[in-house]
T-cell receptor, first 120, second 111 residues
Framework: DSGVTQTPKHLITATGQRVTLRCSPR?????VYWYQQSLDQGLQFLIQ???????AKGNILERFSAQQFPDLHSELNLSSLELGDSALYFC???????????????????FGAGSRLTVL | SQQGEEDPQALSIQEGENATMNCSYK?????LQWYRQNSGRGLVHLIL?????REKHSGRLRVTLDTSKKSSSLLITASRAADTASYFC???????????FGTGTRLLVSP
């Protein structure tokens, strides 16, 4: 157990629907990251939050949104689902905001077990 | 788009042999990390090497970094069947906080 909890583990839904994936970071970690892993796109960074604020954005579609709550858990909302959204969605956490240009600190991520989304 | 690309895409070896996988990246980095992923599971951090380091060891793992060539290699010595997994390099660029993953190498270690 990595300490990062993701629910649900598996989700099957239909095109056009909306789902919410939930992540509880490891105790003490303030940063939460969301990644999408599919066979054809590999592991894609979606978005990062630090202590409730959005800090970095990657290849996240407009149909997707996320937030981090005061208790530091995070939710990833996926709407108007398409077949191509079927993937493993990973949440990861770290204790650091990020190091920017500094060599001090290291942004090592702890991953959850993932939520497997199947869109039919 | 992916920052790093691993080579080879797949590697099949026998127990006891060494496994070497390579990673190339495109931009300046703060550090480079290697992660392992067992089939369908979450990624697990293995080792980190900073941009001012050239080599690092951890148990049976040896990582090298050549910033002039923008490349890194991961060597697993005396491999075991339990090492069967996908291995990803990840780079933390100097401008942003996000960690960007490569395409991965699938390693199969046969008993």
């Amino acid at each position: 157990d990595s300490g990062v909890t993701q629910t649900p583990k598996h989700l099957i839904t239909a095109t056009g629907q909306r789902v919410t994936l939930r992540c509880s970071p490891r105790s003490g970690d303030l940063s939460v990251y969301w990644y999408q892993q599919s066979l054809d796109q590999g592991l894609q960074f979606l978005i990062q939050y630090y202590n409730g604020e959005e800090r970095a954005k990657g290849n996240i579609l407009e149909r997707f949104s996320a937030q981090q709550f005061p208790d530091l858990h995070s939710e990833l909302n996926l709407s108007s689902l398409e077949l191509g959204d079927s993937a493993l969605y990973f949440c990861a956490s770290s204790s650091l905001l990020g190091t920017g240009t500094s060599l001090s600190g290291a942004n090592v991520l702890t991953f959850g077990a993932g939520s497997r989304l199947t869109v039919l | 788009s992916q920052q790093g690309e691993e080579d080879p895409q797949a590697l099949s070896i026998q127990e006891g042999e060494n496994a070497t996988m390579n990673c190339s990246y495109k931009t300046s980095i703060n550090n480079l990390q290697w992660y392992r992923q067992n089939s369908g599971r979450g990624l697990v951090h293995l080792i980190l090497i900073r941009s001012n380091e050239r080599e690092k060891h951890s148990g049976r793992l040896r990582v090298t970094l050549d910033t002039s060539k923008k490349s890194s290699s991961l060597l697993i010595t005396a491999s075991r069947a339990a090492d069967t997994a996908s291995y990803f390099c990840a780079t933390l660029d100097t401008g942003f906080q996000k960690l960007v993953f490569g395409t991965g190498t699938r390693l199969l270690v046969s008993p």
